[in-house]
């Protein structure tokens, strides 16, 4: 065995995910081995060009290829939160959203499918409508304050993300004290909130790449495994983000070879979910971590 594998396998066994399951429609979600959520825009306008699917052809065909390359979870967002997009109404994200739901549930009925909004009215159209899995907010309940009884209401998972402000405005001067610490204290009163309104499959997004400098986004990387305590599963989304391709001097077209080795730190830090553009790659970086793990038992 080479150094460095030796050295992933040993250091594998330093944090170790706990094991983790969310209901989904009445069957259990196994997150005791990290998965792989499988990105699809349907937006003109997000910052990774190539993830952008606007015909019915190019929808289906991702939709296809992150399930053949064993993505678990496919993620569907109509509203571009790049810093700066244009803002885009409820009808129009709904009606983009709707569209590829459609296709993908007729070319894949049981496939668990997210939507990454942060509207209650367009989630729960999509969860009543067109059977969705999963709600990502990337505000936390923040832009919409009916979201959080909506989803206990509608008795789905939430992907609960960190962020400050709106897509707008959120690169304006963040500031943090300890930004560790206010992440942390963040998700520990959300997820008092949902827990309180009945809601327990909760995923923490830490949110990296919002409302975060690059100084900010490797600080709180590098404290991740500080979230495990509340005890709920991580997912981490940096593919392809601009912590790696500023921090490199190069653009997000470039960034495959930072976000693996980002993928890679976040499993070894504790993640249950690597959300991805570039799903083949990360879950090679799964299938190594794991036979590091095993390995190393």
């Given at each position: 065995m080479?150094?460095?594998l030796?050295?992933?396998?040993?250091?594998?066994?330093?944090?170790?995910?706990p094991?983790?399951?969310?209901?989904?429609?009445g069957?259990?979600l196994?997150?005791?081995?990290?998965?792989?959520m499988g990105?699809?825009?349907v937006?003109?306008?997000?910052?990774?060009a190539?993830?952008r699917?606007?015909n019915e052809?190019?929808?289906?065909?991702?939709?296809?290829?992150?399930?053949?390359?064993?993505?678990?979870?496919?993620?569907?967002?109509?509203y571009?939160?790049r810093s700066g997009?244009?803002?885009?109404?409820?009808?129009?994200?709904?009606?983009?959203?709707s569209?590829?739901l459609?296709?993908?549930?007729?070319?894949?009925?049981?496939?668990?499918?997210?939507v990454?909004?942060?509207?209650?009215?367009?989630?729960e159209?999509?969860?009543t409508?067109?059977?969705?899995?999963?709600?990502?907010?990337?505000?936390?309940?923040?832009?919409?304050?009916n979201?959080?009884?909506?989803?206990?209401?509608?008795?789905?998972?939430y992907i609960?993300?960190?962020m400050?402000?709106t897509?707008?405005?959120?690169?304006?001067a963040?500031?943090?004290?300890?930004?560790?610490?206010?992440?942390l204290?963040y998700?520990g009163r959300k997820?008092?909130?949902?827990?309180?309104l009945?809601?327990?499959d909760?995923?923490?997004?830490?949110?990296y790449g919002?409302?975060?400098?690059l100084?900010h986004n490797?600080e709180?990387f590098?404290n991740?495994?500080a979230?495990l305590?509340l005890?709920?599963?991580?997912?981490?989304?940096?593919?392809r983000?601009s912590?790696?391709?500023r921090?490199?001097?190069?653009t997000p077209e470039?960034?495959?070879?930072g976000t693996?080795?980002?993928?890679?730190?976040?499993?070894?830090?504790g993640a249950?979910?690597?959300r991805?553009?570039d799903?083949?790659?990360?879950?090679?970086v799964?299938?190594i971590y794991?036979?590091?793990?095993?390995?190393?038992?």
């Amino acid at each position: 065995m080479s150094m460095f594998l030796f050295f992933l396998c040993n250091f594998a066994t330093m944090i170790k995910a706990p094991e983790y399951t969310i209901n989904i429609k009445g069957q259990l979600l196994d997150l005791s081995q990290p998965c792989v959520m499988g990105i699809l825009n349907v937006t003109p306008d997000s910052f990774y060009a190539a993830s952008r699917k606007q015909n019915e052809e190019a929808i289906v065909s991702r939709a296809n290829e992150i399930l053949l390359q064993g993505g678990t979870i496919i993620d569907i967002g109509a509203y571009s939160s790049r810093s700066g997009a244009a803002d885009v109404s409820a009808e129009e994200e709904m009606e983009r959203l709707s569209r590829a739901l459609r296709l993908i549930r007729n070319e894949h009925p049981n496939a668990i499918i997210s939507v990454d909004t942060f509207r209650a009215d367009v989630a729960e159209r999509c969860v009543t409508q067109h059977g969705v899995d999963i709600i990502n907010d990337i505000s936390g309940g923040e832009l919409d304050s009916n979201m959080f009884g909506t989803v206990a209401r509608l008795k789905v998972p939430y992907i609960l993300m960190h962020m400050k402000g709106t897509p707008q405005n959120m690169q304006q001067a963040p500031h943090y004290d300890n930004i560790t610490a206010e992440v942390l204290q963040y998700f520990g009163r959300k997820v008092d909130e949902l827990h309180e309104l009945g809601v327990n499959d909760i995923i923490l997004d830490p949110g990296y790449g919002f409302a975060k400098t690059l100084e900010h986004n490797m600080e709180l990387f590098r404290n991740q495994s500080a979230l495990l305590q509340l005890g709920l599963p991580l997912l981490v989304g940096v593919s392809r983000k601009s912590m790696i391709y500023r921090l490199l001097n190069s653009t997000p077209e470039e960034a495959l070879n930072g976000t693996t080795v980002l993928h890679t730190m976040a499993l070894l830090s504790g993640a249950s979910i690597l959300r991805a553009h570039d799903v083949k790659e990360a879950m090679e970086v799964v299938k190594i971590y794991k036979a590091c793990y095993s390995t190393s038992e």
